[in-house]
């Protein structure tokens, strides 16, 4: 992605001394050790991986980046595009330039060792509440577990809205409303959460590595089943409706998994040329399928592309894919919760799991327009772990190694970044009140 001036002063100057903190480290690690002063301290509970067991290629590394950057919001793309216009290929590209800057620099932040504190033991971080915990001790540990649980818990609250969507558009005639088919889908999720881990994920691996096929079968299909009249469509060049820019930002939210992954590849050199690609081919993609779509329905357009097929029978075949791809991979973001549970109620793994299903069944109730649920998770959840959280741990650990102008530029877009998301909940929060007026004045014009 291109970018001048300013930003691209700032990407160069970070790119130099990211390889410097980074050979930096490893010379610290390797050269001049002494077994007395450096010793090994994990963080995590697990610990760090044997590359010879589980190590990963640049090339596997990509597609399973790629693999989690398309199933991430990639189908309500048009709709975001119906909140902020044409403009909202601009802010796309900005943000998918963002978040993977602060991919990188959560790499760098992961790599940090205690000596740059002046502690006498190398650190060995795993996993991004290690490098909360790193930067601002127990705190900043458990205030990183705190939103990713949240975020682990809303991702599975809004499958579950996916779910009850699609099965209420492919069942018009069953009389049942949102509500009713969140409720029938939940009890149908519930035996997930208690299947052995293994199963759901190989079953979950298979999908997904369907999805770039299924994206670009989407995006095949809508062109094919255009409207044959678009001269009706209103478009805005630039509409800016906050609230959308949190649908973007959910579309790029995996840092947590990244973390995973580079820390499994063979050659962590070459995570900046893989985050670059994996970035820009998501980018691409999102484009095309959100620009054909916003094009084609305008303002018409649903909170799922898929809703807006014309043909029936293409319509069904999508759709059931999908969504069987969503309740495949329902259980799995609640995993980690479920398992940091139990490590604390031992015994209760039933009650622990049952009552996590009926947690995201009651979010879902409280909230269930997809495209809304999504963009309030996006602008809070994603938020910190996208854009504000990478921000200020790298410059809480490196700071004081950056130039002035590196340093402010930062701070800067530290700024920006919390004022944009503060801006994205509001509009998101102020949106989903209106709804539920709405809905509420229509239920008393039904009673009259």
């Known amino acids: 992605m291109a970018y001048g001036g300013p930003l691209q002063r700032i990407a160069v100057e970070t790119q130099t001394l990211i390889k410097r903190l980074v050979q930096a480290n490893s010379r610290n690690g390797m050269d001049g050790a002494s077994p007395k002063t450096k010793k090994p301290n994990t963080l995590s509970r697990n ?3 044997n590359k010879d067991d589980d190590s990963l290629t640049t090339s596997a590394a990509f597609w399973h980046c790629m693999t989690l950057v398309l199933g991430l919001g990639t189908l309500t793309m048009p709709y975001a595009l119906k909140g902020l216009g044409w403009a909202g290929l601009i802010i796309l590209a900005f943000l998918a330039w963002l978040s993977s800057y602060t991919a990188k620099l959560l790499c760098v932040c992961i790599d940090y060792t205690g000596e740059n504190s002046g502690l006498d033991k190398m650190l060995i971080l795993n996993s991004y509440p290690d490098i909360g915990q790193v930067a601002f001790g127990t705190a900043g540990r458990q205030l990183v577990e705190v939103v990713l649980y949240v975020d682990l818990v809303a991702s599975s609250a809004l499958f579950l809205v996916f779910i009850a969507t699609n099965l209420n558009g492919l069942f018009p005639w069953i009389p049942l409303d949102r509500f009713q ?6 009890m149908s999720l519930l035996p997930t959460i208690h299947m052995k881990l293994s199963n759901l994920s190989y079953l979950s691996k298979i999908g997904s590595y369907v999805m770039i096929a299924l994206v670009l079968g989407i995006l095949y299909a809508v062109i094919a089943a255009a409207p044959e009249d678009l001269e009706g469509n209103e478009y805005d060049l630039a509409k800016f409706e906050m609230a959308a820019i ?19 590849m063979e050659n962590p050199a070459d995570v900046d040329k ?4 994996v970035y820009a081919t998501g980018y691409l993609l999102k484009f095309l399928v959100g620009a054909t779509g916003y094009f084609l329905f305008a303002q018409n357009v649903g909170d799922q592309v898929t809703l807006n097929l014309p043909q029936e029978w293409l319509k069904i075949i999508v759709t059931v894919a999908v969504t069987l791809k969503k309740w495949l991979t329902y259980a799995l973001p609640l995993e980690p919760v479920a398992i940091a549970a139990e490590e604390k109620w031992k015994d209760k793994t039933i009650t622990i799991r049952t009552g996590l299903v009926i947690l995201t069944a009651l979010l879902a ?3 269930p327009y997809f495209g809304l649920f999504q963009s309030l998770v996006g602008s809070v959840c994603a938020g910190f772990l996208v854009l504000i959280f990478p921000l200020v741990f790298y410059l809480k650990l490196y700071g004081h190694k950056l130039s002035k102008f590196l340093f402010w530029a930062h701070a800067a877009l530290l700024v920006f970044c919390v004022l944009l998301m503060i801006v994205a909940t509001y509009d998101s929060l102020a949106q989903a009140q209106e709804l539920f007026e709405n809905a509420e004045d ?3 014009d039904l009673t009259h």
């Open 246 to 264: 949190g649908n973007i930002v959910f579309a790029f939210a995996c840092h947590g998994t990244l973390l995973t992954i580079y820390r499994r």
């Open 442 to 444: 229509d239920s008393m």
């Open 365 to 367: 109730l409280c909230l």
């Open 181 to 186: 088919w969140i409720i029938l889908t939940t």
């Open 274 to 277: 893989l985050f670059d690609q």
């Open 47 to 49: 610990k760090k991986q």
